[in-house]
């Protein structure tokens, strides 16, 4: 008994201290999905996963990339993170179908270990202005210079084509995954995730200024999934989600100063204000468009209280419209207002506010029907004699009068003003 006590003990031991390998903070790889288009909500994931790596002290981290492109800014702010990272980091365009086009061609060339899966392309990475504006030539020159010694200096400092890096800036050439494997643009193509890690295994790296073999085989594979922040981050940053939030954030404000007490479009309209104005935080803002937006509601406001006969709210239309266009500025890659988006959000906000423009001046030109200004005009019967004064009956209702001209009771008469609470009245004659 005592012999299997001993074996036992033994056991759990050996299995506790396997346990215990397995679990080492140094032989785990974690997994970040980087899906859709690089922003700032993407980039802090990317960031906040690679060091959470560095302090686990992970064997490596795999970027599964698949993007069409985005912020300049946000593009340089991973790739940072990457160059000065201290653990291994590994980009992998997947799954097939994916694509690493503009702002991830860049973040490829960062990485320690570039790899595409069967059925991926890269390239197409031309800086594109964000806005409708237009760049002038010297500009786009510039930024197009900029970002092709960028793209090189990364292809290079990881012995990779820089010449084809060079040709995707500045002539937006796209290759497929064989073909970047055959220019040396990448370094491994994998099936899937698995495939990857038994290739890139045993291969040397230099880590901030260090050697290093990457050991991927049998190790803790580990995704670190995007929370709930990162995902309302990464929607919230996307232009065209900050302009519909804008739009509907003025809206809900306009319903609860039109209609003062009814609350909930009040507070929906300053939270959309609040969430719009904090992905202009992290979005390449031009404050101007902001003011000509914001002044756009100001004139359907006075349109209501000023009768200009539609001109208040041209002019709203028009400054609502150049608001929207000049929103952004140039400068940045990827990122814009869709004009699917902005075109219909004008023509709605615009034809909505030429609506009750149209009602606030048929009401105008109508004749008031209530108060005092609504009296005059109605006509009634004499209950006593006016000479001058007397009491008629008009509307349903006993009132004070005074007449211009003696009225018989029993005649006919009409209101021609209302003078404090009191009517003044004429007779009417038989025919009329």
Sequence with gaps: MKTIRVYLIILIALTAAWGTQAEAPGRRIYVLPAVGSINPGLAEFVVAGIQKAEKAQAEAVVIQLDTPGGLDSSMRQICQAIINAKAPVIVYVSPRGGRAASAGVLITMAAHVAAMAPGTNIGAAHPVSVGMGKVDKVMGEKMVNDMAAYGRALAEERGRNADWVDKAIRKSV????????KQKVIEVMAENLEDLLRKVDGRRVMVAGKTLILKTTGVVVEEIPEDLRTKVLKHIADPNIAFILMMLGLAGLYFELAHPGVVLPGVVGALCLLLAFFAFQTLPVNFIGILLIILAFILFILEF????????????????????????????????ISWGVLIPTVLIVSLFFILVTGIVFRSHLRRSMTGAAGMVGEKGVAHTDLKPEGQVFIFGEYWHAVAREPVAKGEAVEVVQVKDLKLVVKKVSSEQ
């Design 174 to 181: 796209s290759i497929s995954a064989p073909d970047a494997l």
């Design 305 to 336: 209280t000023v009768t200009s006969y539609g001109l208040l709210t041209v002019s709203g239309i028009a400054s609502l419209l150049l608001g929207s266009i000049m929103l952004f500025r140039g400068g940045e890659t990827g990122v814009d």
